[in-house]
């Protein structure tokens, strides 16, 4: 008898702790979304900001950015590293617009995520992906060996050239 009072005692103080815990799960959960809402709503207006500079876009989930800085290929691939995410690789329509709106409105080339392959004219995803969408200015690839890198013109169309140029640096993440 007297040993099951303190275990009864015990035993209701561990039901007020788990009642106490479980609250404070409940709480901490609902402090999380309360944290993570003001988070995204800090964040929203330094993302509207960054549309506003023209300096993001986004397509099929993917976000593509531009320090609005000028470097050549391999810069840029250190630049865009450094930033966390890859070179701008359009895989598709929607995805080279987005790169587009940054060449036209910078009215500056950009070099693209593909590379020449050891077969002069063939180029590749990097990562050695074959390429599933391509958007070749008329007459190119033209450079036959002497072009490895591929920049953006103006109006989509892609051109390969020497990777040496200074052209805008857009990454994807
Ligand atoms: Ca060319």
């Excluded at 901490?28 to 709503?41: C, E, G, P, T």
């Excluded at 969408?133 to 036959?144: A, D, F, R, V």
């Excluded at 953006?152 to 050239?161: A, L, R």
Aim: charged share 20%; proline share 3%.
């Amino acid at each position: 008898m007297c040993e099951k009072i303190p275990y009864l005692k015990h035993s209701s103080k561990l039901k007020q702790v788990k009642h106490t815990f479980s609250k404070f799960i409940l709480i901490s959960h609902d402090y999380l979304h309360f944290i993570l809402k003001a988070k995204i709503q800090t964040l929203s207006p330094h993302l509207a900001v960054l549309h506003f500079l023209k300096m993001i876009t986004a397509s099929g989930g993917k976000i593509f950015a531009t320090s609005e800085k000028k470097a050549d290929f391999h810069t840029t691939l250190t630049k865009c590293k450094e930033a966390g995410g890859s070179i701008a690789t359009p895989r598709n329509p929607d995805e080279n617009d987005a790169i587009l709106y940054f060449v036209k409105t910078f009215n500056t080339y950009a070099y693209l995520g593909l590379k020449e392959c050891l077969i002069p004219s063939r180029f590749q995803f990097l990562g050695s992906t074959q390429l599933s969408y391509t958007n070749w200015h008329l007459n190119e690839p033209s450079g036959k060996g002497e072009e490895e890198c591929v920049e953006m013109y103006t109006d989509g169309t892609w051109n390969d050239k020497s990777c040496n140029k200074n052209r805008l640096i857009v990454c994807q993440f």
